[in-house]
Nanobody, 121 residues
Framework: QVHLVESGGGLVQAGGSLRLSCAAS????????MGWFRQAPGKEREFVAA????????DYAASVKGRFTISRDNAKTTVSLQMNSLKPEDTAVYYC??????????????WGQGTQVTVSS
C-alpha cells in the first residue's frame, strides 16, 4: 500500500521561500514518477510540478516555472518542492502524488494528505 506524507508547509511572507518534502513508502519508489499538486479554497486541484522516475526530466505549471523546483532522492524515497519568490496566489493545500507511470506525467494514482502553505501579502 502506497503511503505519502508531506511536510514543510507553513506561513511565509510574499517573496519568501518554503521547502516541501514528501516521504513515500509501500513500493519501489525509484520506479515511479512523482508530482505536486495544490488546491486553493473554492478552486479545483491543479498541477504544480512533476518529475520522472530518475529525476532527469521535470515538468512545471506555467504559474510556477522559474520559481519552484522539484527534486527527488531515490535512496531516501523522498520528493521535494523548493518554492521561491512566493506570492499570495500560491496559498493552497499542497499534495504529493505518485503515478503508476515511470515517465514524467500529470496523471497520478496515489495521494498524500496535504500540507497547508499560506503566503501573506
Amino acid at each position: 500500500q502506497v503511503h505519502l506524507v508531506e511536510s514543510g508547509g507553513g506561513l511565509v511572507q510574499a517573496g519568501g521561500s518554503l521547502r516541501l518534502s514528501c516521504a513515500a513508502s509501500g513500493r519501489t519508489f525509484r520506479s515511479y514518477a512523482m508530482g505536486w499538486f495544490r488546491q486553493a479554497p473554492g478552486k479545483e486541484r491543479e498541477f504544480v510540478a512533476a518529475i520522472n522516475w530518475s529525476g532527469g526530466i521535470t515538468d512545471y505549471a506555467a504559474s510556477v516555472k522559474g520559481r519552484f523546483t522539484i527534486s527527488r532522492d531515490n535512496a531516501k524515497t523522498t520528493v521535494s518542492l523548493q518554492m521561491n519568490s512566493l506570492k499570495p496566489e500560491d496559498t493552497a493545500v499542497y499534495y504529493c502524488a505518485q503515478s503508476n507511470r515511470m515517465g514524467v506525467t500529470r496523471e497520478y494514482d496515489y495521494w498524500g494528505q496535504g500540507t497547508q502553505v499560506t503566503v501573506s501579502s
